[in-house]
């Protein structure tokens, strides 16, 4: 095996005028390869010719073999003479190649690009209306609901991507991670999307990174974007899978052995002769649900599995084009380091199921119904749910259409609720062409329209009271608490959208089918037989309805109009700059206890309607988080009043009365969704700093870049330390600077602790700090 763990590699230049040549790799996808980047770029090529000449440069200076990570990464700096690298040390300034949005997400994104005055993005980037469509009837009426709904968003959206030249996709047209693998994807790319799963494009070959929407504006202003110097975790695949064994197991085990945090700061690079077993929209599920480990992103190595991927959807030349750079930039060298190897056995691998509320608590398929009987798990599931960004391939669909049509074979059918979620029109084309919609309409199922639905809780779920415990079973990647429903008692499990299909047949989570029978309708016991399916369909996809609309030549013209009454939209005023003193005696809004993620600092489900107004929205700031204080959520204590409110409320009253707060978390803090929400209604309800444990990256990165200070405990002990009565001083702010710690001052009545906080802030994000907003400092910098 050619790979090794990495050791601490240095390389370091003195700081001194960027060579012009290498100034023109800025406009990275403009080379001479006429090979346009996609179907819809046509002027826009692929990059790999630049790609290479700054790989070049790179390598003469580390003098190493380097992983493909390294490889597609580096080639994509800004000045690659000049940089230091330092994996995971060294900020790196880079040249994405493009930007994708969702819905939810880019309507704060586009509406900090349109407070920053730019007339058109620099790069190619793409809006995707996939999250607003709530999963209530089926597919067909909860669009048109949903259309009727978010008229306004829609509109504004639209309107917006024609004026600033972005490319828009229409309710309807799919889940964003599908659109972008069908048609954007290609090997060496590297994108940015503001969604934590954006990482999908890895299936492949590609470096796709979640981000939060003013990472998406610095790249659409051509500003070079920044991240923290990734570590390399390899995982190496040996063997074939087989049988009951899917793609999904693979990132279920590897949810296991790392945990929700055990990726964090590192991409997930699989290598070894497993990979050429797992398709290459099975290697695009591994690498979506490597952002519930906390990793950068995931990606594959170039090969036949990619290329017939490519050439089915239409993109034979791109195919061609990278054959020609698959051992110079599309795959890792020989006995290239990784910080951490991981191997895995395809062979012997088994079924996983994962869950409930985390999804690294991992259960073989032949332990699940123990464990679940001993954890007291309700053992009879209520529904299933297959599709997702995760999992709603031809192929997946075709493998459970498989298992279906067996069981029905022998008279059974699904035993509970069935919903089914094509990934993208092409999918739900494709399926209805070539009868695997009519199979699960059979089985009892019901295809719901193509979007997130209940995946990211827009579902309006009637068989169960909220508050009742209950269990389902998905093929979706996350299944925090009250995500999928918004009840807290339900019991989510996450797996292979084919034990999906066979649990449903059962009813009950003691099911497995490779061992247990099932008793027909003419009373003989049968062993449902193992799924099978095409990779790809026969006869090339269809495309369904065109849902896509291409910017105007020109937008100056075009006018964005948001009503300042609007409940859905709200232009953004700028944030304060920081005073330049020290903060003192910040009051404590809420002490976190255990797990926070963004859903439980800003909820998804119903509020997504308000992910464009920010005032609006901040009314569910941490409401879903548990208060230390009371084991409570949504219930703390005003300490200015002595009363006790929701949190939303409790923070407004502060910032009223000009009282600013800190946050206090656990460790893993804003794991889970990108959504810069979570770090913008802190910052618009007074907050100024958030202390914990530890973060997750994407969010991290948010709260610097609206002018928060995250902070973590130099000792996690302190966190004991911190009261809902406390007061919390951060001194000597004047000599804020890298790798120095923040001095601070926790009192409690008469006592004073004195603490230190760590940050990773770098001197640019300083001055984000500083300005009181990157936007902010963008504008001081444009001026």
Not at 615 to 631: K, L, R, V
Request: net charge positive; hydrophobic share 35%; with cysteine.
């Amino acid at each position: 095996m050619a790979s090794r763990l990495m050791k601490a590699q240095v390389c370091k230049l003195g700081k001194h005028a960027v060579d012009p040549m290498v100034r023109q790799f800025h406009a990275s996808c403009y080379t001479a390869s006429k090979v346009a980047l996609s179907k819809f770029d046509t002027d826009v090529y692929l990059p790999y010719e630049k790609l290479n000449q700054r790989l070049d440069i790179v390598r003469s200076r580390l003098n190493r073999p380097l992983s493909l990570s390294e490889k597609v990464l580096y080639s994509h700096l800004d000045d690659p003479k000049n940089q230091e690298i330092v994996r995971g040390t060294s900020y790196l300034r880079l040249r994405p190649d493009r930007v994708a949005m969702q819905d939810a997400t880019a309507q704060m994104a586009l509406l900090q690009f349109i407070s920053s005055g730019l007339k058109k993005v620099a790069v190619p980037s793409t809006v995707h209306c996939d999250h607003l469509i709530e999963a209530q009837i089926g597919g067909v009426k909860d669009l048109a609901r949903a259309k009727d709904l978010n008229r306004e968003v829609y509109e504004f959206l639209a309107s917006t991507c024609a004026k600033y030249g972005l490319g828009f996709w229409k309710p309807g047209s799919g889940i964003i991670h599908q659109i972008i693998l069908e048609n954007y994807a290609f090997p060496g790319l590297l994108m940015i999307g503001t969604d934590s799963h954006t990482p999908n494009g890895g299936g492949l070959g590609g470096l796709c990174i979640g981000v939060g929407g003013a990472d998406a504006v610095d790249v659409m202003a051509d500003i070079p974007w920044e991240l923290k110097c990734p570590k390399v975790i390899g995982v190496n695949l040996t063997g074939k899978i087989s049988g009951w064994t899917s793609p999904k197991d693979v990132i279920l085990k590897v949810a296991d052995i790392l945990t929700v945090k055990g990726g964090t700061g590192a991409i997930i690079e699989y290598h070894g002769k497993g990979v050429d077993s797992i398709s290459c929209t099975g290697m695009a599920t591994i690498c979506n649900m490597g952002a519930e480990i906390g990793a950068t992103t995931s990606l594959f190595p170039f090969n036949q599995r990619m290329a017939d991927y490519l050439k089915s959807t239409g993109r034979g030349g791109i195919a061609a084009e990278a054959q020609k750079y698959q051992t110079k930039i599309l795959s890792a060298d020989g006995n290239c380091e990784y910080d951490q190897l991981i191997e895995i056995n395809l062979d012997t691998l088994e079924p996983h199921v994962n869950g409930p509320f985390t999804p690294d608590l991992a259960h073989p398929i032949s332990k699940l119904g123990e464990n679940s009987k001993k954890n007291g798990y309700p053992m009879d599931i209520k529904v299933g749910l297959i599709g997702s960004c995760t999992n709603s391939s031809y192929e997946d669909m075709g493998r459970c259409a498989s298992i279906a049509n067996d069981a029905m074979s022998h008279g059974l059918k699904s035993k509970i609720p069935f919903n089914v979620t094509p990934g993208s029109e092409q999918i739900r084309a494709t399926i209805e062409r070539d009868g695997i919609s009519q199979v699960f309409d059979k089985f009892g199922g019901t295809v719901l329209a193509n979007a997130c639905g209940p995946c990211i809780g827009q579902w309006d779920r009637q068989d169960v009271k909220k508050g009742d415990k209950n269990t389902i079973v998905t093929s979706y990647n996350r299944n925090f608490t009250g995500r999928n429903d918004a009840n807290p008692a339900t019991h989510c499990f996450v797996t292979s959208p084919e034990m999906v299909t066979a649990l449903s047949i059962a009813g009950r989570l003691d099911f497995n089918p490779l061992t247990d029978e099932l008793t027909g309708s003419d009373g003989k016991k049968f062993k449902l037989k193992a799924p099978f399916g095409d990779e790809l369909p026969s006869k090339g996809f269809d495309p369904g309805q065109d849902t896509y609309t291409a910017p105007p030549p020109s937008g100056e013209k075009l006018k964005v109009v948001v009503d300042p009454k609007s409940q859905r939209l709200q232009l953004l005023e700028p944030f304060d700059k920081w005073d330049g003193k020290d903060l003192k005696d910040l009051t404590v809004l809420i002490k976190v206890k255990g797990k926070c993620t963004t859903d439980h600092i800003s909820a998804a489900g119903p509020w997504l309607k308000y992910r464009g107004h920010l005032d609006n929205i901040s009314n569910n700031m941490f409401i879903g988080a548990t208060n230390y204080e009371n084991n409570e959520m949504n219930k703390i204590k005003n300490q200015r009043t002595g009363d006790w409110n929701g949190v939303p409320e409790v923070a407004r009253d502060y910032k009223a009365n000009n009282i600013k707060w800190v946050a206090v978390g656990d460790d893993n803090y804003g794991e889970g969704s990108s959504r810069e929400h979570a770090a913008l209604e802190p910052r618009h309800l007074g907050g100024r700093a958030i202390i914990v444990k530890s973060f997750a990256r994407i969010h991290e990165t948010n709260l610097k870049k609206q002018g928060l200070l995250p902070l973590t405990f130099a000792n996690p002990s302190d966190y004991d330390k911190i009261q809902p009565t406390s007061k919390i001083s951060l001194l000597g702010l004047k000599g804020l600077a890298p790798g120095k710690p923040v001095d601070c001052e926790v009192k409690n009545g008469d006592k004073v602790d004195k603490i230190k906080l760590n940050h990773t802030l770098n001197e640019q994000q300083i001055a984000w700090f500083q300005a009181g907003s990157a936007l902010n400092r963008m504008k001081e910098l444009a001026k």
